[in-house]
């Protein structure tokens, strides 16, 4: 069932004594995730262990001496410092270590509602008004509240902590100040305060098998006997306390009943939300619905729950994904970056494990593809034109199309894609669905800078972007480039990756400088 033999470390945070003051009912769930891992490595015959770590500075001494070069991640919380659970697979990696699920970037991000939101704005999604409210505050910041009702949370918070039926707010600046200040008191960090939007709470788990990212079924969390003037949210006790009648009528409904239209925005939605934030292995997007069809995204669950109750188990099960397949799947993407950030040091895995890419990354640079930023845009216009390939006539035009594509984000016809290694632009891909066809898209460029080829960044931007097609329902790809000699190498990599000459025009774009086109089926 699975060729992977490399050795794997079941990695997660000290479960704190029932009771005590550390202690919190979201970690019960955490032993339960790893039994359930630790099930599945067991079944599909993989040699693992497990290791509780107490905090991430006890966690270097443990990485060194362990042999293990998989890491099952599944730290979540460490008592009092929660942020520090999110640095530790970049710790891991450090160590020369690959950690499943995502990476330390993912979950910072994740982690910061307000910052969240702004990339999820800025990619061109939507997201409910809000506003922070640090503690210390002046009263004339309540001036800029977007129009009510309101729900108040705390800033940086997982698994719903803070969020009560008292957190939802009508009407009234005493009341919505009241739960501001609760908010201060109880977690010493901002209160994010966002208009309440919609009926509805739907989320969407995300899967990565491999060079396919996919949305597994659409999931409703419907709100039973909850009547006018219980607030319609999944609040901390509808989540942990198992006896509340918050707990026991939010039902689990999937896949959810939803107008086709409106569940393909949603599932084009939750895909534009995982790559605009990075994510890799798995992930959760939480969203309201309002009755027209409308909604917003609430936050993104990068390393969501996976125990085998949670609403991302069931989303597997939906999807008729069995649990050891996604445990599988996950361990081999994550053997697939160790294997590509450091191939020399890679021992004792199994021949018939992952194979490794023809040309890979030196040791400790992993390149990173995202949809394209405005503090790309002088990065790959200097390294495009420094590669000799493109004039200044050419280079104006692809600014032209670059800023475009950032301005209008994944709504706009040019979905640019920027590569990075070693946090700056390396390589360039944009495409675009081609007018007046059904399911034919041209890709209009792509560069790598000339410091960084040979190393397998530009067919890294031709998987990622033809990943991207096919969930576009692409059927064909389209590919134009010059037939002069000084293309011959950008021919020969077409060919190389899956492209057939499909034409040739003559003197296309001078005299002796022909198009040459070429094509693939998806």
């Known amino acids: 069932m699975n060729s992977l033999r490399e050795p794997v470390l079941i990695l997660h945070h000290a479960i704190p004594a029932p009771g005590s003051c550390q202690s919190v009912e979201s970690d019960a769930g955490v032993l339960e995730e790893v039994q359930a891992v630790a099930k599945s490595l067991k079944a599909l015959a993989i040699p693992f262990r497990t290791l509780a770590v107490e905090s991430l500075a006890s966690l270097p001494a443990l990485l060194q001496s362990a042999s293990e070069r998989l890491i099952f991640n599944l730290v979540e919380n460490f008592p009092g410092r929660p942020a520090d659970a999110m640095q530790v697979p970049i710790l891991c990696e450090a160590f020369g270590k690959e950690c499943t699920g995502n990476d330390s970037t993912c979950q910072v991000l994740a982690l910061d509602k307000w910052r969240t939101k702004a990339i999820l704005k800025a990619a061109g999604l939507p997201v409910p008004a809000g506003l922070i409210i640090p503690p210390g505050h002046g009263s004339t910041i309540y001036s800029a509240l977007p129009p009510p009702p309101w729900i108040v949370k705390p800033l940086f918070a997982d698994a719903s902590e803070g969020i009560h039926a008292s957190s939802v707010i009508h009407d009234g600046i005493a009341n919505l100040k009241k739960a501001v200040a609760r908010v201060h008191r109880d977690f010493k960090h901002p209160a994010l305060v966002e208009q309440f939007f919609g009926t509805r709470e739907i989320n969407i788990s995300v899967l990565q098998e491999g060079s ?8 409703e969390i419907e709100f039973r006997d909850f009547g006018k003037d219980r607030p319609r949210i999944v609040d901390y006790a509808a989540k942990w306390h198992t006896d509340s ?7 689990r409904v999937i896949p959810a009943v ?5 569940a393909l925005r949603l599932q084009e939605a939750s895909l534009a939300a995982w790559h605009t934030m990075g994510c890799q292995d798995y992930a959760r997007v939480d969203f309201r619905l309002d009755d027209a069809g409308s909604f917003v995204i609430l936050e993104i669950n990068p390393n969501p729950d996976i125990s085998p109750d949670s609403g991302f188990a069931a989303a597997l099960t939906a999807a008729r994904i069995p649990y050891d397949k996604f445990v599988s799947k996950v361990c081999e993407n994550a053997y697939s970056r160790l294997r590509l950030r ?11 494990s992952l194979k490794p890419a023809k040309k890979r990354v030196p040791s400790g640079r992993k390149p990173f593809i995202r949809f394209s930023e405005a503090t790309d845009r002088d990065g790959i216009l200097t390294f495009m034109k420094g590669t000799g390939f493109f004039n200044d006539d050419e280079i104006e035009v692809a600014k032209e199309v670059l800023e475009d594509a950032i301005a209008k984000g994944p709504t706009g016809h040019y979905q640019s894609f920027t590569l990075l290694d070693a946090g700056q632009p390396a390589g360039w891909i944009c495409c675009g669905h081609t007018p007046c066809t059904k399911g034919t898209f041209d890709i209009y460029w792509i560069g790598v800078s000339a410091n960084c080829q040979g190393r397998g960044f530009g067919r890294a931007l031709l998987e990622h972007v033809e990943k991207f097609i096919r969930r576009l329902k692409g059927r064909i790809i389209i590919i134009e480039t010059s037939g002069r ?3 011959d190498s950008t021919r020969g990599f077409y060919l190389k990756t899956g492209y057939t000459e499909a034409a040739r025009i003559p003197d296309f774009y001078d005299q002796g400088d022909g198009r040459v086109i070429y094509a693939k089926a998806l």
């Open 342 to 352: 450091t191939p020399s040091q890679i021992k004792g895995a199994s021949k018939a």
């Open 212 to 219: 396919v990212i996919k949305t597994l079924p659409v999931a």
């Open 245 to 251: 009648f918050e707990y026991k009528n939010t039902i």
């Open 485 to 487: 000699p000084l293309y």
């Open 258 to 262: 939803l107008n086709k239209a409106v």
